[in-house]
């Protein structure tokens, strides 16, 4: 059974923003009537997003900024909602705050075309990000919304179909040298970060440096859990499909398209862990300078391994504990978690083995054999 919005304009913003939750998200479906006697003739399971109700339906109050056809700096009135701080806040709704406004605003990076101080390599810093400053960085808040809808909606209308869901665990692995990174000169610098941990030791041979056998104990490990890794190569010239380079919009994600690429697996932070577009469910990157949905796929990472190579050395038992409630995070929400790892970041060789330890107790810590399902 579809559900029906009442919308007294639709929005290229609104359309995008309640397909992304309604349809990809809680695998629903929805449609839009501006109309107000067809909405309320409709016997549909029906809600309304505007100022005011249409009659006793749920009703979530907007805020203008899904109304908007320009870029510029949105008033952000912030509220407490559970335990958390959200914006866009409004009142007398269903909601004290206009959800479908705050997942636009984080799912569309609108904070990234507005101006900012980049970090000391020419990039956004996640501490510019309203989801740091409101400590919601390492949850993917809009799916947790998108759930708490599903809730809210079944219990007025208990037919209403969802689609099943279940949680996702994707490695992504870069397995070629990218020279002229600049993020700490990540490829320059990794195996002496590695000898530097007291407990590797040098490697013995060219061969073991340049991380033969890696394929190998990759293979072992997905296949005992029944993975499904992205892997990147050296990609083609003057095609931006690579594992790291970092994201400046909307440069980025013009030239990918214009490359005729379609997936972009690059939409996390280097400097920290979490959910940069505030969602753990892959989504159509929304152009906001032609304000249109394209075809240009994102695919949100929560890790990248790069943020171990900031520090001399790292606790194992440490990152663990953090990494693991991200992906406990992603599981309660049958989400998708990405998580990027370096070639360089597992090597065979030394005593330790560190990157690789990491890697085998992530999965079996967090993830289930098939026999156990």
């Given at each position: 059974m579809k559900l029906l919005v009442y919308v007294p304009i639709l929005t290229p913003r609104?359309?995008?923003?309640?397909?992304?939750?309604?349809?990809?998200?809680?695998?629903?479906?929805?449609?839009?009537?501006?109309?107000?006697?067809?909405?309320?003739?409709?016997?549909?399971?029906?809600?309304?997003?505007?100022?005011?109700?249409v009659g006793d339906e749920p009703f979530f109050k907007n805020s203008d900024f899904l109304l908007a056809h320009t870029i510029s700096p949105p008033t952000l009135k912030t509220t407490t909602f559970g335990d958390m701080i959200v914006p866009f806040a409004v009142d007398n709704s269903s909601l004290p705050f206009d959800v479908f406004a705050a997942a636009f605003y984080f799912v569309s990076r609108y904070e990234e075309y507005l101006p900012f101080k980049a970090d000391a390599e020419g990039n956004y810093p996640p501490e510019a990000s309203l989801q740091f400053k409101l400590k919601l960085l390492e949850f993917p808040v809009i799916d947790g919304w998108a759930l708490m809808l599903k809730n809210m909606l079944l219990k007025r209308y208990p037919k209403l179909h969802f689609g099943q869901k279940k949680f996702?665990?994707?490695?992504?692995i870069?397995?070629?040298?990218?020279?002229?990174?600049?993020?700490?000169n990540i490829f320059k610098h990794a195996v002496n970060f590695l000898r530097n941990i007291p407990f590797i030791s040098r490697p013995r041979s060219a061969a073991q440096a340049k991380?033969?056998?890696?394929?190998?104990?990759?293979?072992?490990?997905?296949?005992k859990y029944q993975l499904a890794p992205v892997?990147?190569?050296?990609?083609?010239?003057?095609?931006?499909?690579i594992c790291d380079r970092q994201i400046t919009f909307p440069r980025s994600y013009l030239q990918l398209l214009k490359s005729g690429v379609l997936k972009d697996y690059r939409m996390g932070y280097e400097t920290t862990v979490g959910f940069r577009a505030g969602t753990c469910t892959p989504f159509f990157w929304y152009d906001?300078?032609?304000?249109?949905?394209?075809?240009?796929?994102?695919?949100?990472?929560?890790?990248?391994d790069i943020i171990l190579l900031q520090r001399r050395t790292f606790n194992i038992d440490e990152t663990i504990e953090q990494w693991g409630k991200l992906i406990e995070n992603v599981k309660l929400l049958n989400g998708h978690f990405y998580i990027l790892w370096h070639k360089e970041t597992l090597p065979e060789f030394g005593k330790?083995?560190?990157?690789?330890?990491?890697y085998t107790q992530l999965l079996s810590n967090f993830l289930s054999l098939p026999n156990d399902i």
């Amino acid at each position: 059974m579809k559900l029906l919005v009442y919308v007294p304009i639709l929005t290229p913003r609104i359309k995008y923003v309640f397909n992304f939750i309604f349809t990809d998200i809680l695998k629903a479906q929805a449609g839009f009537s501006s109309n107000v006697q067809e909405f309320k003739a409709s016997p549909l399971p029906k809600i309304s997003y505007s100022e005011m109700p249409v009659g006793d339906e749920p009703f979530f109050k907007n805020s203008d900024f899904l109304l908007a056809h320009t870029i510029s700096p949105p008033t952000l009135k912030t509220t407490t909602f559970g335990d958390m701080i959200v914006p866009f806040a409004v009142d007398n709704s269903s909601l004290p705050f206009d959800v479908f406004a705050a997942a636009f605003y984080f799912v569309s990076r609108y904070e990234e075309y507005l101006p900012f101080k980049a970090d000391a390599e020419g990039n956004y810093p996640p501490e510019a990000s309203l989801q740091f400053k409101l400590k919601l960085l390492e949850f993917p808040v809009i799916d947790g919304w998108a759930l708490m809808l599903k809730n809210m909606l079944l219990k007025r209308y208990p037919k209403l179909h969802f689609g099943q869901k279940k949680f996702e665990f994707t490695p992504l692995i870069c397995m070629y040298d990218a020279p002229g990174m600049s993020s700490f000169n990540i490829f320059k610098h990794a195996v002496n970060f590695l000898r530097n941990i007291p407990f590797i030791s040098r490697p013995r041979s060219a061969a073991q440096a340049k991380g033969s056998g890696l394929s190998l104990f990759l293979n072992e490990q997905h296949e005992k859990y029944q993975l499904a890794p992205v892997y990147f190569f050296k990609p083609s010239a003057g095609v931006d499909l690579i594992c790291d380079r970092q994201i400046t919009f909307p440069r980025s994600y013009l030239q990918l398209l214009k490359s005729g690429v379609l997936k972009d697996y690059r939409m996390g932070y280097e400097t920290t862990v979490g959910f940069r577009a505030g969602t753990c469910t892959p989504f159509f990157w929304y152009d906001l300078q032609l304000e249109k949905t394209t075809h240009l796929q994102i695919y949100p990472i929560a890790i990248n391994d790069i943020i171990l190579l900031q520090r001399r050395t790292f606790n194992i038992d440490e990152t663990i504990e953090q990494w693991g409630k991200l992906i406990e995070n992603v599981k309660l929400l049958n989400g998708h978690f990405y998580i990027l790892w370096h070639k360089e970041t597992l090597p065979e060789f030394g005593k330790g083995k560190v990157g690789r330890r990491l890697y085998t107790q992530l999965l079996s810590n967090f993830l289930s054999l098939p026999n156990d399902i």
